[in-house]
């Protein structure tokens, strides 16, 4: 089993800035791929972006490209999401799950943490 925990959520006002932390513990080795998703009220889960712990490829959605960094921290198992130029829009609960394969497909993870919320609003 994994075991993933977030952190870093918060209220920002629009155009701000958040980075939201990952860590996971447990059989990490056999889940290489970290993703990010969020999930508004009302709304389904979605993928915002992912890495691979082999060879650090990324993918990202594309309402967040350009504003939003995944990256790998110098502790194992870490994974950050630096989260730039924030709007209304990106208020959600975000989520990080492992998963085998580098996709922004829900189903294609296994375990997942418990959620931080972000919160965009003046």
């Known amino acids: 089993q994994v075991q993933l925990v977030e952190s870093g959520g918060g209220l920002v006002q629009p155009g701000g800035s958040l980075r939201l932390s990952c860590a996971a513990s447990?059989?990490?080795?056999?889940?290489?791929?970290i993703g990010w998703f969020r999930q508004a009220p009302g709304k389904e889960r979605e993928g915002v972006s992912c890495i691979s712990s082999n060879d650090g490829t990324t993918y990202y959605t594309d309402s967040v490209k350009g504003r939003f960094t995944i990256s790998r921290g110098n502790r194992a198992n870490t994974v950050y999401l630096q989260m730039n130029s924030l709007k209304a829009e990106d208020t959600a609960v975000y989520y990080c799950a492992t998963g085998r394969r580098l996709t922004l497909n829900r189903y294609d993870y296994t375990y997942w943490g418990q959620g931080t919320q972000v919160t965009v609003s003046s």
């Open positions: 447990g059989f990490t080795s056999k889940y290489p791929v």
